[in-house]
């Protein structure tokens, strides 16, 4: 959309003519109005002028309609420009530059749920800086601290926050650092600013989803579809053909990368493994599920057999939480072999929950290393359940993953659920990655047991 499009559109839903007096008694609104209309398109962008009054009337006692917010607000509006009309929708100033923002928020933000804290922090929002609970500053000052108080340097965080915020090509952020003359020093300044900008990311309330940070609204997501429990189809991705390049990026074709990982069942657990696991495991969240009242089931410890997996995660995540819990189960008198009862307390033992990024496939097991913040890198060989990790996964690497790597027997699993991120890594990130790869296995090579 050109400038002189955005002016026209601007003129039409903002008329100098349309400046009507206000209503009688009513001049006493036009502050209120105000703070509440700049907090809101800080926090969503857009909003309907109902949404508005209807976010308005809850928090106070006096009552504003729609049209009065229009009327009383447009001398602003045309005034001070940092907020705007547009049909039904009161918009940030970004919006006015581009009105085809409108369209795509409306798409990004539906069936989403609107982030409205308590009146005094809502206002607080009127404030663009208070936006994201200063995480980005912590950023910038990193950046400073780096790089030194130099011309420019405002600038291109500023460039950084915009772009990174709403995208996840880290690539970019080495692409503006460049331009302005900043270049790191080494690859654990590389890492420290990727963490803080993941963390600012996380934590940052964003117009697309309705003022929700992308932790509140993962959050939020989680909860909602465990509490709906439902057949849940697992989608596996598509099996490339042999002569196909290989979905992890190799460069090579299919058969002659994790096509022949696949093709071997090295780098999975057997049947007769694979049966072991899920029974024992089943029987575990079978007590943990009794003992907390979790949900309203009984797990069958029986494999194969189907399991709501929406509903097996919920009941996963409460073990994790006190995984002492175990010693309690295997101590209750439960019809538990020897074998069950070793395998058990290894995992309460031995568990490493936290992150770490998938870097290669290997004949032996997938190879990921640990990544949690004041963690060392290491790495380690794991066995897929079923199928192996390279098979069952189907993405490019590196890839950014939790879950809990468990002990069995002279191998590592991990306890069947691996949430994956989905974020983009540029060459320098991929370069800084490969870097503490290299490090971590001439130090300690891979760890192939707990």
């Given at each position: 959309m050109t400038e002189a499009q955005a002016k026209k559109i601007f003129e039409k839903y903002n008329p100098a003519d349309g400046v009507a007096r206000c209503p009688k008694g009513r001049a006493k609104m036009r502050k209120p109005l105000?703070?509440?209309a700049k907090a809101a398109v800080?926090?969503?962008?857009?909003?309907t002028l109902?949404?508005?009054?209807?976010i308005f009337n809850a928090q106070n006692d006096e009552r504003t309609t729609a049209g009065e917010i229009y009327t009383i607000l447009l001398p602003n509006a045309l005034k001070n420009g940092w907020y705007g009309f547009y049909k039904d929708y009161i918009v940030h100033y970004a919006v006015l530059r581009n009105f085809d923002w409108v369209r795509f928020l409306e798409q990004a933000q539906a069936g989403k749920p609107r982030y409205i804290p308590e009146k005094e922090k809502f206002l607080r929002y009127q404030w663009e800086e208070y936006n994201d609970g200063g995480h980005w500053l912590k950023v910038l000052k990193f950046m400073q601290d780096v790089f030194g108080y130099r011309k420019g340097i405002v600038n291109a965080f500023d460039e950084i926050r915009n772009y990174l915020t709403h995208n996840d090509d880290f690539n970019k952020m080495y692409s503006i650092l460049e331009e302005y003359g900043f270049v790191f020093h080494d690859s654990?300044?590389?890492?420290k600013i990727f963490t803080l900008i993941v963390s600012a990311k996380n934590n940052t309330r964003i117009w697309e989803n309705k003022?929700?940070?992308?932790e509140e609204l993962y959050t939020i997501n989680q909860k909602e579809r465990l509490s709906k429990p439902r057949e849940v189809a697992i989608n596996r991705p598509k099996k490339p053909g042999p002569n196909e390049p290989c979905p992890c990026g190799s460069g090579r074709k299919y058969k002659h990368c994790c096509g022949r990982i696949a093709e071997s069942g090295s780098a999975q657990l057997s049947f007769s493994e694979s049966k072991f696991f899920y029974e024992t495991w089943y029987k575990l969240l079978d007590f943990v599920n009794r003992k907390?009242?979790?949900l309203n089931i009984t797990i069958d410890p029986v494999y194969p057999s189907y399991h709501d997996e929406t509903q097996l995660h919920k009941i996963r995540e409460r073990?994790?939480?006190?995984?002492?819990?175990?010693?309690?189960?295997?101590?209750s008198g439960s019809t538990l072999s020897k074998e069950e009862t070793g395998l058990?307390?290894?995992w309460e033992k031995s568990h490493i929950k936290g992150l770490f990024m998938l870097m290669r496939y290997e004949p032996d097991g997938a190879v990921l290393m640990r990544t949690d913040k004041g963690k060392e890198s290491r790495l380690y060989a794991v066995k897929g359940m079923t199928v192996s990790i390279a098979e069952a996964m189907g993405r490019r690497l590196p890839v950014m993953l939790e879950t809990v790597l468990l002990p069995f027997n002279d191998k590592i699993i991990y306890d069947s659920f691996m949430a994956s991120y989905d974020i983009g890594f540029g060459k320098n990130i991929k370069s800084s990655l490969d870097e503490e790869y290299d490090e971590a296995r001439e130090k300690y090579g891979l760890v192939s047991t707990l």
């Open positions: 105000d703070l509440y800080n926090l969503y962008g857009i909003i109902s949404e508005l009054a209807e654990e300044e590389s890492k003022g929700h940070t992308p907390y009242g979790i073990l994790w939480v006190d995984p002492k819990v175990i010693t309690e189960f295997t101590g058990l307390l290894s």
